[in-house]
């Protein structure tokens, strides 16, 4: 008999100062065209489920922006929805839940452990159910106890999502045929910025990564490394490890505990190598000034990824008040300036004002005589890069050149991931001597052809996803935690244990 399957899901990256979201805000795959067949998350996961024979039963799907919290209102909506399409789909032998791992909602609950925890209550405690998380996701004992398996991305820039998709499918299916998994959790008193969370060349993030990848052995199926996202002032916050095998024999789970504390104390080690700092903006801009380019400048505390508004006009009025030129910016956020380039058209003179009426101070007002380059508009599908495959709704867009700085400007806040987007909006990024990007890490997968590490400089600049943690003044935060709480730091890793956190799920944690 073909197993039943079901595919569903809620992802959400939760940044505590962002505005709240709507369910509006938020992309439904399963009601698209195509459904999950199409998605370019859910598709790798629906292929290894479908040729493995069994019958895929799609369920409610919800993946919101990057931004503030979801209104509680909302969330109860989507949660009723899933338990009525969830309980009539029964009998199902196992689920697959596409998750992120670091949503909130408005009323301060952790969105991921309240969905998971209904799904668990829904199908009951014997049906399996895996789950694929974010690098940045903020586990709690509450989502470890509702599930049987975790698969983390292990890539910053996130360029492994659709194997991580794949992996955890084969879980399922593996799980659908009988076979037990059981998952172990490890969360450390350390918060780490997002600029500290990259995994690329020499990152300390990167080697716990590899650490984890170096004694996962069968029967342990998976481990994965969690960053955590401080952004969003949760409780849960933190860098965490977890680890999935198949029970032989009774439990594995004295075996995952192990494996769990093994890659812990690596990252406690490495503490004082999680960058937490940029270069200061008078520096870059100096840099700017002379750099003979191409330099990339990463507007990181403005980055819509991370759920800023891409509003800043801090990099770009400091590099037009230099005098710097050779400057493409993109892509800055203001639906109202991209309306007033259309009333004047491609060629057509402008009084550029950015953040008009503005009295946010991570939102200045800036203006500057220029003239409208380009015009667009419509859904751009990136073809590499974090999101290649991925739609990207940047809504109207409009070139604007001020002097000697060309601005992209977009309707909605978009995280710049790779050149093709700046070139769709009118931009040519391989032309620019000082390209500015807003966006924290992800750029590195798609600019390398235009940049190498040494052309890079990550500026600490004002914004809603500031570099250094300092700057978050954590009301929510579970304490102690370092580097807040500075007595931490003299810790060894057997002393720290006192202030981890674990849990086990499975069967036979329920």
């Known amino acids: 008999m073909r197993r039943r399957i079901g595919v569903l899901g809620y992802a959400h990256e939760t940044n505590a100062r962002a505005r709240p979201l709507r369910l509006s805000d938020g992309r439904r795959a399963e009601l698209a065209t195509g459904g999950l067949a199409a998605d370019w998350q859910a598709g790798p996961a629906l292929e290894v489920l479908s040729a493995s024979g069994a019958i895929v039963v799609e369920l409610p799907t919800l993946e919101l922006p990057a931004g503030g919290p979801l209104e509680q209102a909302d969330f109860e909506s989507y949660l009723a929805e899933s338990q009525t399409k969830l309980a009539l789909s029964a009998p199902l032998d196992a689920l697959l839940v596409l998750g992120h791992g670091a949503g909130q909602t408005t009323s301060g609950a952790n969105a991921d452990a309240a969905y998971l ?69 490890r969360s450390l008193p350390l918060v780490v910025s997002q600029l500290g969370q990259l995994t690329t060349g020499s990152e300390p993030l990167g080697q716990v990564v590899a650490r984890a990848g170096e004694i996962c052995r069968r029967p342990v199926r998976n481990v994965s490394v969690f960053g955590g996202f401080a952004l969003g002032d ?59 380019g191409p330099l990339l400048l990463a507007d990181v505390a403005d980055n819509p990824g991370g759920g800023a508004p891409a509003t800043s006009t801090e990099v770009l009025s400091e590099l037009f008040n230099a005098g710097v030129t050779g400057v493409q910016v993109g892509l800055q956020c203001d639906e109202r300036l991209v309306a ?39 859904p751009y599908r990136p073809k590499v890069g974090v999101y290649a495959g991925a739609t990207v709704e940047a809504g109207a867009c409009a070139t604007i050149e001020i002097g000697g700085v060309r601005v992209g400007v977009s309707s909605r806040p978009v995280q710049v991931t790779e050149p093709g987007l700046l070139v769709h909006v009118g931009l040519r990024p391989s032309e620019a001597r000082v390209l500015v990007v807003k966006s924290r890490g992800h750029f590195r997968a798609g600019f390398a ?3 190498d590490e040494s052309q890079i400089v990550e500026v600490d600049a004002p914004g809603l996803t500031p570099v250094d943690l300092r700057r978050l003044e954590p009301v929510r935060l579970r304490r102690p935690a370092y580097p807040f709480d500075h007595f931490l730091d003299e810790l060894s890793c057997a002393e720290v244990s006192r202030h981890t956190r674990s849990a086990c799920g499975g069967r036979h944690h329920r």
């Open 234 to 292: 949760s409780p849960d916050a933190g860098l965490s490890v977890t680890a999935t095998g198949v029970a032989r024999r009774g439990c594995v789970n004295g075996l995952l505990d192990c494996i769990t504390g093994d890659v812990a104390d690596t990252a406690w080690s490495l503490r004082h190598e999680f960058r937490s700092s940029g270069t200061p903006l008078k520096d870059a801009i100096a840099r700017a000034r002379v750099d003979g």
């Open 449 to 451: 052809d235009l940049v």
């Open 340 to 378: 007033e380039a259309n009333d004047v058209g491609t060629g057509g003179t402008i009084l550029a004002v950015f953040n008009r009426g503005s009295t946010d101070p991570l939102a200045r007002p800036f203006a500057a005589s220029g003239t409208v380059q380009a015009l667009a508009g419509g």
């Open 117 to 185: 925890e209904l799904v668990r209550r829904v199908v009951g405690p014997r049906v399996p159910i895996a789950c694929v998380l974010d690098l940045h996701a903020n586990l709690s004992a509450t989502i470890i106890h509702a599930v049987d398996a975790i698969v983390g991305y292990r890539t910053n820039p996130h360029i492994d999502v659709a194997e991580r998709c794949r992996e955890a499918a084969l879980l399922v299916v593996d799980a659908a045929g009988g076979a037990e998994l059981e998952v172990a959790w």
